[in-house]
Structure formats: structure tokens, C-alpha cells
């Protein structure tokens, strides 16, 4: 069976090895699952358990027989490799192959199982970390798809990638996720001035997806990149980036900088077709000009995101065009 019938199917699927009750009550575990997915900070098994009782009018033994029967049922369809198992483990697209999703589903069956046989309490963003390091991917992509697979039990549907042209039109946006205080900054923010401008610590976001908007176009496989709406252009796809971590480090007289980037390329409907995580480290003594570190200013380390980006989604577009 091709994909493209497969997806449309998963819902279908999921309903007909399903009985009506236990329909109702997956649907209300699906959906305390995706809210909690979406959740910043720890949620615990015992609390969800008790919002599926609340919400279902069942007691707390049913509840967890119950959903140890509906985590048996998707267990076989992996034990079965059915077509409601290849159309799940394919939705990791272009980055996460179908034996890495296979294991990341099956951890996360495995710690469902713990969770609603026994009486401890498990941490779901624990859970999602160690799954994720079993299957071998980032904890951020590996909630990205198991909010993707609870969406698609919860609808019975998901949005498949588009056909995509080779030459693509991308819209780079951007977001500064990382507090600033001097107590991280140490040896840039020195003086009255840097304490009161710093904004330019703050959003290096706006001057990163600048960049990006002005190299990214030189890249094999990029037509063009807009960072808003255009009125004649309409992109293929829209790049993320959002820069989680921003710090300096300071030993002696020499400093260095250091970000952590999650970037993702996905279509404009939402399907993400990469995603990744950036460390890049600055050293801001030997690579800025003396003039600019002088003024604590912040121009090549920018320079030294966006390529960073640049070369990482470049590597990315090189294989999807060879493949």
C-alpha cells in the first residue's frame, strides 16, 4: 500500500480495532496526552490518570484496565507490521527514518504500560526524554512526534507533504527563547551603556534570520527567502529557528560566546520535513575585529549563526535533491 493511502486510512484503523467505550475513553487519553504534550515543565502520570477518570466517569481500575487493552492493541499492529504501524513510523519524515520512529512508539508504549500497571508516578517529560534517547533523537523532535501521533488518533486524519518543487521558496522567521541578565553575559556587559542596551542581547533572533534571508538564496535547492509576507511571492516552506540558549563565558581576558539553535524546515501546511538542534561557539577575542569588540558589538557572531544554519540546511537540501 502506497503512503498516500495509508495516511487517510490511520484514522479509519484506529477506529475499527476499537470497540465504542473504549473509543470514548481514547479519545479523552488522547486528549489529556496532547495538552500535556504541549505543556512547558513536568506533568505526572497519577494527575492524567485522575483527569481521564474525572472526564470518562470511571473509576481509577477501569481507567487503567482500559488503557492497558488499548496500548496491547497498538502494540500488535507493530508486532503485526500492519498497514496502521508503517503509516504511523512514516511519519517522522525525511530526518527520523521508520526504525527510529519504531522504537520511539514502542519505548513510549513500554513506559504507558509501567505507568497504568503499577502505582508509581511517572514524569511525562522524563518519559519523552528517555524514549527519545533510545530511539536515538532529540528530546524536541521526539514530543514534536508524539504530539503528531495523539493529533492523529485524536482526528483520524493527518496532513501529508505536498509534491515540492526542486528550487524552494522559504520564509525564515525566528524567536529569542533565552533570559538576560549580567550574570551571564560576563565581560560583555561591563559598563552603564552595554547594561542599558541590552536589547542587543536580547532579540538575536531579528539580525540572525536577516542573515539567513541574504545567504540562505546562494544555496543549492533555495530559490528564494522572504522573512514576511510578500505580495507577489508565496513560499514553499517555512524555516524556523529559535535560539534557546545565548551565554558568554569569560576566562582571563579572553571571551567566548555560546548558542544553542533548534532549527526545522517544514511545509507551509504544517509538515515538518527536518529538524535539528545547533551548538556554535564564538570566540570572541580571535574573530572579532577590535574595533567592534571594543564596543561589545555582536556582528560576526551573527555572521557565525546564520552559516551555521545555512551550511546545516544546505547539507539537508543537498541529499533531498540527490535522493
Known amino acids: 500500500m502506497k503512503l498516500r493511502t495509508i495516511f487517510p486510512a490511520i484514522g479509519l484503523l484506529l477506529m475499527c480495532c476499537l470497540g465504542a467505550t473504549a473509543q470514548d475513553l481514547r479519545q479523552v487519553a488522547l486528549k489529556i496526552l496532547l495538552e ?19 472526564a470518562s466517569s470511571l473509576e481509577d481500575k477501569t481507567i487503567r484496565a482500559d488503557l492497558q487493552q488499548l496500548l496491547d492493541k497498538l502494540d500488535d499492529q507493530r508486532k503485526g507490521k500492519t498497514a496502521l504501524w508503517k503509516g504511523l513510523t512514516a511519519l517522522g519524515g525525511d530526518d527520523v527514518g521508520p526504525k527510529k520512529m519504531d522504537r520511539l512508539l514502542r519505548e513510549f508504549i513500554d513506559w504507558g ?26 528530546t524536541h523532535r521526539a514530543q514534536e512526534l508524539l504530539a503528531l501521533v495523539a493529533g492523529l488518533g485524536l482526528r483520524g486524519e493527518v496532513t501529508t507533504a505536498p509534491t515540492l ?19 551571564r553575559f ?5 559598563t552603564e551603556e552595554d547594561i542599558n542596551r541590552q536589547t542587543r542581547f536580547r532579540d538575536i533572533h531579528l539580525p540572525v534570520v536577516a542573515g539567513l534571508v541574504a545567504v540562505l538564496p546562494e544555496t543549492e535547492g533555495v530559490r528564494w527567502t522572504i522573512d514576511g509576507p510578500h505580495p507577489r511571492l508565496k513560499p514553499d516552506c517555512v524555516l524556523h529557528m529559535s535560539i534557546t540558549a545565548f551565554i558568554s563565558r ?13 532549527i526545522s524546515l517544514g511545509t507551509v501546511s504544517g509538515v515538518r520535513l527536518y529538524s535539528t538542534e545547533l551548538e556554535v561557539t564564538y570566540d570572541y577575542a580571535l574573530e572579532m575585529s577590535d574595533i567592534l569588540r571594543s564596543q561589545r558589538r555582536l556582528d560576526g557572531f551573527f ?21
Open 36 to 54: 500535556n504534550l504541549a505543556k512547558s515543565g513536568s506533568t505526572f502520570s497519577r494527575d492524567m490518570l485522575a483527569r481521564a477518570a474525572t
Open 113 to 138: 504500560r509501567k505507568a497504568t500497571k503499577s502505582s508509581g508516578n511517572y514524569d511525562l517529560q522524563l518519559i519523552i526524554e528517555r524514549s527519545a534517547k533510545k530511539a536515538k533523537m532529540p
Open 165 to 183: 518543487p526542486e528550487k524552494l521558496g522559504i520564509l525564515v522567521v525566528g524567536i529569542s527563547e533565552y533570559p538576560v541578565d549580567g550574570s
Open 186 to 190: 560576563p565581560g560583555m556587559l561591563r
Open 250 to 262: 569569560q576566562r582571563r581576558r579572553d571571551i567566548t560566546l555560546h548558542a544553542t539553535l533548534r
Open 303 to 323: 555572521v557565525k549563526l546564520s552559516g551555521a544554519i545555512r551550511d546545516d540546511i544546505a547539507s539537508y537540501l543537498k541529499k533531498r535533491i540527490g535522493s
